[in-house]
């Protein structure tokens, strides 16, 4: 797949799906996912990412935690998955590890809420997901984006521009799709200004 894309100039995909779909019906993954048998998702999961960087094509697992649990689409409103961190464990985490393990370039973030993983945010804002589960649990070291911002899904009460902020504070390194980009862009400037973003870490 990674020498088709590069005949047409593309250098990054948003692919593969790593939700194992465990809910059949699911209307936000269902047939994008590799199934919904955990260790045959990995062993596809982890060949497809390794296929895309012998391409020379850079891979994004999506969409973590993992929606493949969800029984509401992110693109209209917050799904949230009831599964426990062990049940986790066995489920959704098991491709996400297997391609990172296989050198997976960069993770999207699933608007969902997981309250048994984080009871407070939902995983685009959340600190102990986004940083503590992924990059020093899952030891993942790539770059790290968001869903897109306009979804459903991605709505806070301080509104759109200041979400972007919140996800960065979450660890986030790039926000796919704002609702206003002049908006978010002054948001990041002033939240840099006042110190509720780390230059360093930004950079």
């Keep these: 797949p990674g020498e088709q894309l590069r005949a047409v100039g593309i250098f990054q995909t948003f692919a593969p799906v790593a939700d194992v779909n465990v809910l059949s019906e699911n209307p936000g993954v269902?047939?994008?996912?590799?199934?919904?048998?955990?260790?045959?998702?990995s062993s596809q999961l982890a060949t497809v990412t390794r296929a895309l960087a012998e391409g020379g094509v850079a891979?994004?697992?999506?969409?973590?935690?993992?929606?493949?649990?969800?029984?509401?689409?992110?693109?209209?409103?917050?799904?949230?998955?009831?599964l426990t961190r062990e049940e986790w464990e066995n489920t959704e985490r098991l491709p996400f590890q297997a391609a990172i393990d296989a050198g997976a370039d960069s993770i999207m973030l699933?608007?969902?809420?997981?309250p048994?993983?984080?009871?407070?945010?939902?995983?685009?804002?959340?600190?102990?997901?986004?940083?503590?589960?992924?990059?020093?649990?899952?030891?993942?070291?790539?770059?790290?984006?968001?869903?897109a911002m306009d979804m459903g899904g991605a709505e806070r009460p301080e509104g759109p521009a200041e979400a972007c902020v919140v996800a960065l504070q979450a660890g986030a390194d790039q926000i796919l799709m704002p609702v206003d980009l002049p908006e978010a862009y002054e948001a990041v400037l002033r939240a840099l200004r006042e110190g509720r973003l780390n230059r360093a870490e930004l950079e």
Excluded: Q
């Design 110 to 114: 699933g608007h969902v809420a997981f």
């Design 116 to 147: 048994d993983l984080d009871p407070k945010d939902a995983a685009t804002f959340s600190d102990p997901i986004v940083t503590d589960l992924l990059r020093h649990d899952l030891g993942f070291e790539g770059v790290i984006i968001t869903d």
């Design 59 to 82: 891979s994004t697992l999506k969409h973590f935690p993992g929606y493949g649990s969800a029984a509401a689409d992110p693109h209209l409103g917050l799904p949230s998955v009831s």
């Design 30 to 41: 269902n047939i994008r996912s590799a199934g919904s048998d955990p260790e045959k998702a």
